[in-house]
């Protein structure tokens, strides 16, 4: 057995069958141009993120946002939509056959349709008579009232949830019913008033909605929340979705007459229940909308001052 010389010159790896080591290709490639480039590309945006969240950390924005999420906003929303579909608007049509008027032509008032999408509308609908005699002295009246009552506390709910106040549960009966009551009067009564002010013109149908709207929404908050929060406190929330709604219904005049008219020819009847959704949806994003965004406004101690001077000092 042959020993080795501890002085002897060690053999290069190739020599020893060994294949040569090899540098990593990667070390040429990061010195490119175009890959610089990159680099110092993606490490700009991560900086212009972390100062994004930096800035929208602890903000009115960010506060909002949290409120919205711990409030489930959208599938609140869609379900709020899906119990106007299968309670209040059997409700609205029942009412307006009982009155002996046309749901079709009083829905698609108040959604600003044109006369061509109210007639496609009205597909949906029988006659108020066949309505009438279908309803009166059956069981049916029962569920009339029930469809109405199940709205009513279920906008309520929302509302204790949004404020945080205990549900008053069958307590609350009584004020549903108010409630409804009014809201169905008002309906009715001002049925003719919401065309007559499209037709006098965009400023003068916002600034009488908002006054209208703002007004209902802040008696309904009152009532349905149960004189539990000052009419002071939700004087914002009535304001912003008086704001909302006006705004809702100057988008949806412009494009959901054409959209139920599209719809009912490609898809038939179940189009206009598909643009009819998409409506009721909205009413339930601009309800709750509405009542968050007042909130938080009176939480934060904003003010349109406060706004503006911020404005100017961004400048």
């Not at 709020?80 to 829905?107: E, W």
């Not at 809201?183 to 006098?200: D, E, I, N, Q």
């Not at 002071?232 to 412009?254: D, H, I, Y």
Request: hydrophobic share 50%; net charge positive; proline share 5%.
């Amino acid at each position: 057995m042959s020993i080795e010389s501890p002085g002897a010159p060690e053999q290069p790896a190739s020599e020893t069958g060994r294949p040569p080591r090899q540098r990593p290709a990667g070390g040429k490639a990061a010195n490119l141009p175009g890959v610089r480039h990159v680099r110092r590309a993606t490490e700009w945006g991560q900086r212009k993120a972390e100062w994004g969240q930096r800035k929208y950390a602890d903000t009115s924005a960010e506060y909002l946002q949290r409120r919205l999420t711990g409030l489930d906003f959208i599938n609140q929303g869609m379900l709020f939509a899906a119990t106007l579909l299968l309670c209040f608007l059997p409700f609205l049509i029942v009412a307006a056959a009982l009155a002996g008027k046309s749901s079709a032509t009083g829905i698609g008032r108040r959604m600003g349709l044109s006369k061509q999408a109210t007639d496609v509308f009205g597909h949906l609908f029988e006659s108020p008579s066949a309505t009438q005699a279908a309803v009166v002295g059956s069981t049916s009246m029962v569920f009339f009232v029930l469809g109405g009552i199940a709205v009513a506390s279920t906008l309520q709910a929302l509302y204790e949830r949004v404020f945080d106040v205990p549900h008053r549960g069958m307590k609350g009966l009584p004020l549903n019913l108010i409630w409804l009551a009014v809201t169905l009067g008002l309906a009715f009564l001002g049925g003719g008033v919401g065309p007559a002010m499209r037709h006098a013109g965009p400023a003068v149908f916002a600034t009488v909605g908002l006054i209208y709207f703002t007004g209902y929404w802040w008696f309904s908050l009152w009532l349905l929340l149960a004189g539990r929060v000052s009419w002071r406190r939700l004087f914002p929330c009535a304001v912003a979705t008086g704001l909302f709604w006006v705004g809702m219904q100057a988008v949806f005049s412009l494009f959901i007459s054409g959209m139920i008219i599209s719809d009912e020819k490609e898809y038939g009847p179940i189009g206009i229940i598909s643009a009819l959704m998409a409506y009721l949806i909205a009413i339930g994003v601009v309800i709750i909308l509405g009542a968050v965004v007042g909130l938080v406004w009176q939480e934060r101690n904003l003010s349109f001052r406060a706004a503006f001077s911020k404005l100017r000092r961004a400048r």
